[in-house]
């Protein structure tokens, strides 16, 4: 019962600013739509990849004041980690319903296929055709997005637990890790004929239009991810600065 209160508090340290986050993104999608020349037949697409960004930055900042308040309260480790992840579940599956709606009404004034419709709906000729509204569609849509929301906000939270347990040196060297890592991918393409990029593209499902896929390897990539998450906190201690 504790666990389901603390993770109640920790979705609420998230409310405001999802409640800022979505009135910034309806303001700048309505201005988008004021902008757009009627007489075009443009579209935009993806703007969901924003949400994208916004759980990553939230991932980041979730676990100093959420830890320090447990600590104080003698809340064990383990409840917060169970809390931790319980709320972003719940706040990765109401934000994907949530763009989804604002998707279908945006649609209504203006074509913007989601990340969904561009690549597991959109015809090998890149043609857009009109967006379909069937359970099955919806339900695909949610549940990609859902498990794309999820992996963000869980490489946040690990990119921020890290931090907090380095010091100035290993920070400088973590900062630094995703361009070695890019680097990496880029000398592997070039060396293995873009065979990391068949590699990706099979594991989400591309190339056979199979979102679910997409849907286990995220929700894969959450539990690993999530695994060391709980491998840091049990070893986690406070910090005054």
């Given at each position: 019962?504790?666990?389901?209160?603390?993770?109640?508090?920790?979705?609420?340290?998230?409310?405001?600013?999802?409640?800022?986050?979505?009135?910034?993104?309806?303001?700048?999608?309505?201005?988008i739509e004021i902008m757009i020349d009627p007489t075009t037949s443009?579209?935009?697409?993806?703007?969901?990849?924003?949400?994208?960004?916004?759980?990553?930055?939230?991932?980041?900042?979730?676990?100093?004041?959420?830890?320090?308040?447990?600590?104080?309260?003698?809340?064990?480790?383990?409840?917060?980690?169970?809390?931790?992840?319980?709320?972003?579940?719940?706040?990765?599956?109401?934000?994907?319903?949530?763009?989804?709606?604002?998707?279908?009404?945006?649609?209504?004034?203006?074509?913007?296929?989601?990340?969904?419709?561009?690549?597991?709906?959109?015809?090998?000729?890149?043609?857009?055709?009109?967006?379909?509204?069937?359970?099955?569609?919806?339900?695909?849509?949610?549940?990609?997005?859902?498990?794309?929301?999820?992996?963000?906000?869980?490489i946040g939270l690990l990119i921020t637990m890290i931090y907090y347990?380095?010091?100035?040196?290993?920070?400088?060297?973590?900062?630094?890790?995703?361009?070695?890592?890019?680097?990496?991918?880029?000398?592997?393409?070039?060396?293995?004929?873009?065979?990391?990029?068949?590699?990706?593209?099979?594991?989400?499902?591309?190339?056979?239009?199979?979102?679910?896929?997409?849907?286990?390897?995220?929700?894969?990539?959450?539990?690993?991810?999530?695994?060391?998450?709980?491998?840091?906190?049990?070893?986690?201690?406070?910090?005054?600065?």
């Amino acid at each position: 019962m504790r666990i389901f209160k603390l993770a109640k508090y920790n979705i609420k340290s998230s409310l405001k600013s999802m409640i800022i986050y979505y009135f910034i993104f309806i303001g700048t999608i309505t201005g988008i739509e004021i902008m757009i020349d009627p007489t075009t037949s443009g579209n935009t697409w993806g703007l969901e990849f924003s949400s994208i960004i916004f759980l990553f930055v939230i991932g980041l900042n979730f676990f100093r004041e959420n830890f320090h308040f447990t600590q104080a309260n003698n809340i064990t480790r383990g409840e917060h980690f169970k809390a931790a992840g319980i709320a972003i579940l719940a706040i990765g599956l109401a934000m994907s319903i949530i763009d989804v709606i604002i998707n279908r009404v945006y649609n209504i004034f203006t074509q913007s296929p989601t990340m969904y419709d561009k690549i597991y709906t959109e015809k090998p000729t890149f043609v857009w055709i009109q967006q379909s509204n069937s359970i099955g569609t919806l339900f695909g849509t949610v549940t990609f997005l859902f498990a794309f929301y999820i992996a963000a906000f869980a490489i946040g939270l690990l990119i921020t637990m890290i931090y907090y347990r380095c010091n100035k040196i290993m920070k400088i060297l973590v900062s630094l890790s995703p361009i070695a890592i890019y680097g990496i991918i880029i000398c592997n393409n070039y060396y293995l004929g873009d065979k990391v990029n068949y590699f990706i593209s099979d594991l989400l499902g591309i190339k056979i239009g199979n979102s679910y896929m997409a849907v286990m390897t995220f929700i894969c990539l959450f539990i690993i991810i999530m695994f060391f998450v709980y491998l840091l906190v049990r070893k986690a201690v406070v910090k005054k600065n």
